[in-house]
């Protein structure tokens, strides 16, 4: 892994570099947005010039799972308006790109100046993002730096029901069966003449050449049918 990131032209350890006062084997390069992909991914220019595709470490904002794919727009907008235009600071881990060649990177809205959980939650956009429920934590090794924070920021989202915490919580919407029982009251067979309620397991056999439907208890039974001995309707 370390071998093909030296063979790639361009290698960011020759980017103009800063670091941590505390710890000076981490690479952190400045650089301006240019471009919002999504919540978790941004074209920076960096200082040399030189641009490139930065995925954030740690975060996953959502996008895949319909339930939650409102929240992967609202990350993108969200991210949008925070970062577009704006000077970060990336500080990168132990692997520095991913497979598809993007730049890895925790993005500081300002130069950190230390690694501390405070700090973390004042000035990262990463973590941002999940304490305001844009983002699940998503750990890949060895990029493992701040993930026991991250984690710990998921949890305080989550109780809180922030953002996508708070749609998985809420009842999935009515579905269409359920719709139809509040407009169809009753079910009736009209080969048997036996007539149900349409959550009835009985109903839900009828074949539908035989399906009748009723509004009222009183219709099935002037049309001459029987209520179903099951689910007394
Ligand atoms: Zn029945």
Same mark, same amino acid.
């Given at each position: #892994? ?21 710890? $000076? ?22 200082? @040399? ?13 959502? =996008? ?14 969200? /991210? !949008? ?20 060649? !993007? ?6 809205? #300002?130069?950190?100046? =230390? @690694? ?5 939650? $004042?000035? #990262? ?9 844009? +983002? ?20 305080? +989202?989550?109780?809180?029901? $922030?953002?996508?915490?708070?749609? &998985?919580?809420?009842? +999935? ?7 139809? *029982? ?8 009209? @080969? *048997?003449?036996?007539?149900? !309620? ?7 056999? &009828?074949?539908?050449? @035989?399906?009748? %439907?009723?509004?009222?208890?009183? %219709? ?9 001995? /099951?689910?007394?309707?």
């Amino acid at each position: #892994m370390k071998g093909q990131i030296e063979n790639k032209p361009g290698v960011v350890e020759k980017s103009p570099v800063t670091a941590l006062p505390e710890d $000076k084997g981490t690479p952190v390069l400045k650089a301006t947005v240019i471009y919002i992909v999504d919540g978790d991914t941004i074209h920076v220019r960096l200082e @040399n010039g030189r641009k490139e595709k930065v995925r954030f470490i740690g975060v996953d904002t959502p =996008e895949s799972t319909r339930i939650v794919e409102l929240y992967g727009k609202e990350a993108a907008a969200y /991210t !949008r308006k925070e970062l577009t235009d704006r000077t970060v600071y990336l500080e990168l881990d132990v692997a520095q790109r991913d497979k598809y060649g !993007r730049l890895l990177a925790y993005v500081w809205l #300002m130069p950190p100046r =230390e @690694n501390s959980k405070t700090e973390v939650r $004042k000035a #990262m956009f990463n973590a941002t993002l999940l304490l305001i429920g844009l +983002a699940q934590v998503m750990t890949v090794p060895p990029n493992v730096k701040y993930a026991d924070i991250f984690v710990e920021f998921q949890k305080e +989202a989550r109780e809180a029901e $922030k953002g996508l915490w708070g749609t &998985i919580k809420t009842p +999935a919407p009515v579905s269409i069966s359920n719709k139809a *029982s509040t407009e169809t009251k009753y079910i009736g067979n009209s @080969n *048997s003449k036996k007539f149900h !309620r349409p959550d009835c397991q009985w109903a839900q056999k &009828i074949a539908p050449r @035989n399906r009748v %439907e009723f509004g009222k208890r009183e %219709e099935a039974i002037k049309a001459g049918y029987q209520p179903c001995k /099951t689910c007394k309707p």
